[in-house]
């Protein structure tokens, strides 16, 4: 299984979000009605209490469409980040970071709870018409783009959305996308991303496998966004579903390589020697690089979050003897 520690990391990635998002964006993002329903009760018209004047009669309102509220009393009105910073008494900023948080919270707590991931027992390869339909179902690519992820990675891949898991899927293809068998899919929560668990072939996973057909040399990631992003970047880039997953059959695939670099996650001394262990086991032409210290994050995606051009990105892998 992959190493994560999502409760840890949540705040931090949130933030993240947060500053990649325009207010426009953000505006759309959160589920305003949600928010004011903590503070006000509405009744069966949706109507309520004011919260800003000693209201006896319901003169406060709420427009979901616009995100505009509205008290017919006291003639206050604003949207959502007005009534959160109105009520807590925050600044612009701080509400605007509350209302965001907020939302990720309540998303987690009432949509993905109600649908828990189902452990499905099938262990075969997942029907292409399946991975088909759940691209298809992949109606709102934001987190994806947030990720950096351009639409013909999305598409090429077929990444989808799985509706009975309320989760991203993510194939691992056995040859090129699209036109081999699916290996596994990973499931990861909507918004926050977090691995949230797979199915198929546990045991065979290797993603971008078919990019050994056209490089004479290869980098192996640990995880899926990072191998998918660096591939986008335009390097050899397969990718791991956890360090623990190299198979030593493997070893094969790389034999008639020029040089095979296995990065591990940053500050994660565990990793670190297992991917040691593993480029042993591939031979002399492999070693273990580990990420610059230059730029904040653990691993490739969120250093490319974090500013790290693909450009430099890619020299820092391809120029051997630069850093
Ligand atoms: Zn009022």
Not at 14 to 38: A, C, N, P
Not at 229 to 238: F, H
Not at 282 to 297: D, F, N, R, T
Request: net charge negative; charged share 25%; glycine share 8%.
């Amino acid at each position: 299984m992959p190493i994560e520690t999502p409760q840890i990391e949540k705040k931090q990635d949130s933030q993240r979000k947060l500053f990649s998002l325009s207010i426009e964006e953000i505006k759309q993002q959160v589920d305003g009605y949600s928010v004011i329903s903590t503070f006000v009760r509405f009744n069966s018209k949706g109507m309520s209490n004011c919260p800003f004047h000693n209201d006896k009669t319901a003169s406060f309102i709420y427009y979901p469409n616009s995100g505009k509220y509205h008290c017919f009393g006291c003639g206050v009105h604003g949207d959502i980040f007005d009534f959160v910073e109105r009520k807590l008494d925050l600044t612009a900023g701080e509400a605007l970071e509350w209302v965001w948080e907020y939302n990720d919270f309540d998303f987690s707590l009432h949509d993905v709870k109600p649908i828990p991931f189902e452990r499905v027992s099938y262990k075969g390869p997942v029907h292409i018409d399946v991975i088909k339909g759940w691209h298809k179902d992949l109606k709102n690519r934001s987190w994806l783009y947030q990720r950096r992820l351009f639409d013909d990675t999305i598409d090429d891949n077929m990444i989808g959305w799985s509706t009975r898991q309320q989760a991203h899927v993510f194939p691992y293809w056995t040859g090129k996308p699209g036109h081999s068998e699916v290996e596994i899919v990973q499931y990861r929560i909507n918004r926050t991303g977090i691995y949230i668990g797979m199915e198929g072939h546990y045991r065979k996973a290797l993603l971008n496998r078919h990019l050994l057909d056209t490089n004479s040399w290869a980098i192996i990631f640990v995880g899926t966004m990072d191998a998918l992003l660096a591939a986008q970047d335009g390097l050899p880039a397969l990718g791991l579903n956890g360090i623990h997953m190299f198979k030593p059959e493997w070893v094969e695939l790389f034999k008639d390589k020029d040089r095979v670099v296995v990065v591990p996650d940053k500050d994660n001394e565990q990793e670190y020697n297992a991917a040691v262990k593993i480029s042993k086991l591939i031979g002399s032409h492999a070693y273990v690089k580990q990420l610059p210290e230059s730029i904040e994050g653990k691993d490739y995606s969120d250093m490319r979050m974090n500013g790290w051009s693909p450009l430099v990105a890619q020299l820092y892998f391809k120029a051997e003897g630069l850093f």
